[in-house]
């Protein structure tokens, strides 16, 4: 177990996860912690949730920031934005980040995130061809929408819609493609996945699907788009919202035990009981998360755990719901939609959870 009296707390990741950990530690009232914090982005934190709404000008950008630099230096709070850490040294408990600075810790937390997946078909590094991941993503798609012209999403899941929705706000023509010839099929079944087609073809998102990429194609810059199918689409934009995949690189690296996510126990400790880990690069009970409100349940215990609290509980899993963010369209999606005659209701789970009104 991470040692309750050690006080160096070094957290690798500003996103969601890390931060909402801290906030839980700091409310805990925990005397004594030397909090440093790695960063690759370079902001402080924000809600990755609104980034939907920043990209359909439903948000300013600092409307989404929840943790501005004040914040850091009011709380103590070391914060090296925009400084990736590269390596662990875990016999010296050391970690090295970036410009060669090494951070001694007593624990670390890794929550490092995801990385969203990129399909590697020709073209996928053409300028012009983007995933929706992070504030950089939302910069780079609002700076296309100023030319306007036709923008292609890839990927018919929450994601994805919630970008053609946004591009078409800023007055894009859209095209969403779907592999499935069924919208949000992880969250939705056929009669509720045709009625949200037709909410969205009413807004004015055209659809193809099922369709699959084989080439983005251009010189210079994206200009289309091909299927196998031999279709091809005229394109300044290509959104890959296909998934996203646990970033494991530095834990990997440091020989901690890796599946699909970083495997952690109850206490979410890794394999080395010095490190911890939290959100979405967590594997706990052969899961993985892609959501905040199991996050949010991880900071808890590991805030608790760290503050030494006697009764500080486990991590036993989360149920997740899923909520679209598309004014007007009131879509709300939770629990195993399709059931096997096995499946209840779990005891943790309440409406609100992963609700974009719980940051
Ligand atoms: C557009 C969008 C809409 C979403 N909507 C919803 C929603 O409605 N409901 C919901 O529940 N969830 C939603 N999500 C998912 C939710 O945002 C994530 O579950 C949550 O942000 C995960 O938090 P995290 O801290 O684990 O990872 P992240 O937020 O990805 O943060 C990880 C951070 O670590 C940094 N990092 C990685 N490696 C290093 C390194 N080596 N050194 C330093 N820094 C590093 C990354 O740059 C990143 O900033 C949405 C996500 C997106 C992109």
Not at 81 to 103: F, S
Not at 193 to 212: S, T, W
Not at 291 to 297: D, I, K, Q, R, S
Request: proline residues 4%; contains cysteine.
């Amino acid at each position: 177990m991470a040692d309750p009296q050690g006080k160096r707390l070094v957290v690798v990741g500003n996103g969601m996860a890390a931060l909402r950990t801290v906030e839980e530690l700091l409310a805990l009232k925990a005397d004594g912690f030397q909090i440093t914090i790695l960063g690759e982005e370079p902001h402080g934190g924000y809600n990755r949730i609104l980034l939907s709404l920043l990209l359909s000008g439903e948000r300013e950008q600092s409307a989404i920031i929840t943790h501005d630099h004040g914040w850091y230096q009011k709380h103590g709070i070391t914060l090296k934005a925009g400084v990736a850490a590269t390596a662990i040294d875990r016999v010296n408990r050391t970690v090295t980040d970036a410009h060669g600075e090494v951070h001694p810790y007593d624990t670390l937390l890794l929550a490092t995130g995801s990385h969203a997946i990129v399909l590697p078909v020709p073209g996928h590094k053409l300028p012009g061809v983007v995933t929706f991941r992070d504030m950089k993503d939302v910069q780079t798609m609002l700076e296309a929408t100023k030319a306007g012209g036709h923008a292609v999403v890839i990927g018919g899941g929450l994601l994805g819609l919630e970008a053609a929705m946004g591009l078409l706000k800023q007055g894009m023509q859209v095209t969403v493609v779907h592999l499935l010839d069924l919208l949000m099929e992880r969250q939705l079944d056929r009669v509720a996945a045709d009625l949200l087609k037709e909410e969205l073809l009413a807004r004015g998102v055209a659809f193809y699907m099922p369709a699959q990429t084989e080439a983005i194609l251009g010189e210079e810059k994206v200009t289309a788009i091909r299927f196998k199918d031999g279709t091809v689409l005229p394109t300044t934009l290509v959104v890959m919202a296909v998934g996203v995949r646990p970033n494991v690189d530095l834990a990997r690296t440091a020989g901690l035990q890796c599946g699909r996510g970083v495997v952690v126990n109850d206490h979410l400790e890794t394999s080395d009981p010095a490190i911890l880990a939290v959100g979405e690069c967590v594997q706990h009970r052969e899961v993985t998360y892609g959501l905040v409100a199991p996050l949010y349940e991880q900071g808890k215990v590991i805030a608790r755990r760290l503050a030494g609290l006697a009764d500080a509980g486990s991590y036993t899993g989360s149920a997740t719901s899923t909520r679209l963010k598309v004014t007007g369209i009131d879509l709300f999606s939770a629990g195993d939609f399709l059931g096997d005659g096995r499946a209840k209701p779990s005891p943790s789970w309440t409406p609100a959870a992963g609700s974009t009104k719980n940051w």
